[in-house]
């Protein structure tokens, strides 16, 4: 079966994450926020990573800013907006595999090398977060699963209490398949991530820039998350049309 663009991007992030956890001394790179939670551990377990923690939020919101500004100056270097992005978070992606393979394993998680590995890795994840609010925002989340999975419980409960109308009924079954399905790729991404990391260790960083290398062919071919043609366009294209019946 073959899996959509925003599930493509799930099965990456949850491979970014848990590499990063696993090699960068409990940094999430795509959940952020998590690193609230990792710092307090490191600071009373006296572990290393507290300050690429402390940094990784900032500059992942750093991140989502200028590529929001940078999307509104694509369109007039003609070049496609969604397409572009994702070719800059495969490129921040090798980079961070390049510095990850060349650096590590890493001892300690604060050392520069290990910073600027985490932190590159942060700023593809901040592009691919920005990528899905702006041009996939249909789609389930691609790389925080809470509330997906929240929202697929609550429909399961509400279809096993019934007596819903056929139309909500059905609504919340394809819901429920489209955020189930993309649970399922992002844990998928995690499980391979941790299997590659355990034989391969650092190695595993090869495999993101490769996903990412296949989203950028996919949207290319499927068009998935481009703007619709305008209205206007089409209908001028109508008159045109029926003068070369």
């Known amino acids: 079966m073959k899996p959509t663009l925003p599930q493509l991007m799930s099965l990456n992030g949850g491979f970014v994450d848990t590499a990063g956890f696993l090699a960068l001394h409990g940094l999430f790179t795509a959940h952020v926020t998590g690193n ?11 572990t290393s990573g507290a300050i690429t923690k402390l940094l ?19 369109p007039n270097l003609g070049l496609p907006v969604l397409r572009t992005m994702l070719v800059l978070k495969a490129a921040l992606l090798l980079a961070g595999g390049i510095l990850a393979i060349h650096f590590g394993p890493f001892d300690d998680g604060d050392s520069a090398s290990a ?8 700023s593809a994840m901040a592009i691919q977060n920005a990528v899905h609010r702006i041009h996939l925002g249909s789609a389930p989340p691609t790389t ?9 419980m609550v429909d399961l409960a509400d279809l096993m209490r019934g007596g ?12 429920m398949r489209r955020m189930a399905a993309a ?11 941790a299997l590659i990391y355990a034989r ?23 068009h ?9 366009s089409a209908a001028s294209a109508a008159p045109a049309a029926a003068r070369h019946l």
């Open 36 to 46: 609230f939670v990792t710092i307090g551990a490191a600071l009373v377990h006296g």
């Open 56 to 74: 990784a939020l900032p500059v992942f919101c750093a991140v989502v800013v200028l590529a929001r500004l940078l999307s509104y100056g694509l």
């Open 115 to 122: 910073m600027l590995t985490g932190l590159v890795l942060v």
């Open 144 to 152: 925080l699963m809470t509330g997906t999975t929240t929202q697929v």
């Open 164 to 175: 819903q109308a056929p139309e909500e009924a059905a609504a919340a079954r394809a819901r």
């Open 183 to 193: 649970v399922a790729w992002f844990a998928a991404g995690c499980a391979a991530a």
């Open 200 to 222: 391969w260790n650092v190695w595993c960083f090869a495999v993101p820039p490769v996903l990412a290398a296949c989203a950028v062919v996919l949207q290319r071919s499927t």
């Open 224 to 232: 998935e998350g481009d703007p619709a043609a305008p209205a206007a």
